[in-house]
């Protein structure tokens, strides 16, 4: 119903920077919540970064201070901008969105509620 792209992942030195980007496609939608999760190697996904339904800011505490989200309403899409990078950043970032979708039911339209996942991009920190 909602597609979404990340881009901007890449290999980068301990200390460097990365901007990561996902853009949001569809129809009739409504993004009610958004944010980042990654996964490192041999371990779960977890949350990097989330604007929550309330349009609250939260962060995992391994990356306050560093890592920071923007958005540009205007072009769907959500910004990671990741500062001071650490080799254990290194990990395959997700873009997640809670969407509405207006869903036709015959002759309606109904409001569904759907969780979005992009593809992921990686990005790798040497030391």
């Known amino acids: 119903q909602v597609h979404l792209v990340e881009s901007g992942g890449a290999l980068v030195q301990s200390g460097g920077s990365l901007t990561l980007s996902c853009v949001a496609s569809?129809?009739?939608?409504?993004?009610?919540?958004r944010g980042w999760y990654r996964q490192p190697p041999g371990n779960e996904r977890e949350m990097v970064a989330v604007?929550?339904?309330?349009?609250?800011?939260k962060y995992a505490d391994a990356v306050k201070g560093r890592f920071a989200l923007s958005t540009d309403n205007t072009k769907n899409t959500l910004y990671l901008q990741m500062n001071d990078l650490k080799p254990e950043d290194s990990a395959i970032y997700y873009c997640?969105?809670?969407?509405?979708?207006?869903?036709?039911?015959?002759?309606?339209?109904?409001?569904?509620?759907?969780?979005?996942w992009g593809s992921g991009t990686r990005v790798t920190v040497t030391s």
């Open positions: 604007i929550d339904r309330s349009g609250v800011y």
């Open positions: 569809g129809t009739n939608f409504r993004i009610n919540a």
């Open positions: 997640n969105a809670e969407v509405t979708v207006s869903v036709s039911v015959g002759r309606t339209k109904v409001p569904q509620d759907f969780s979005s």
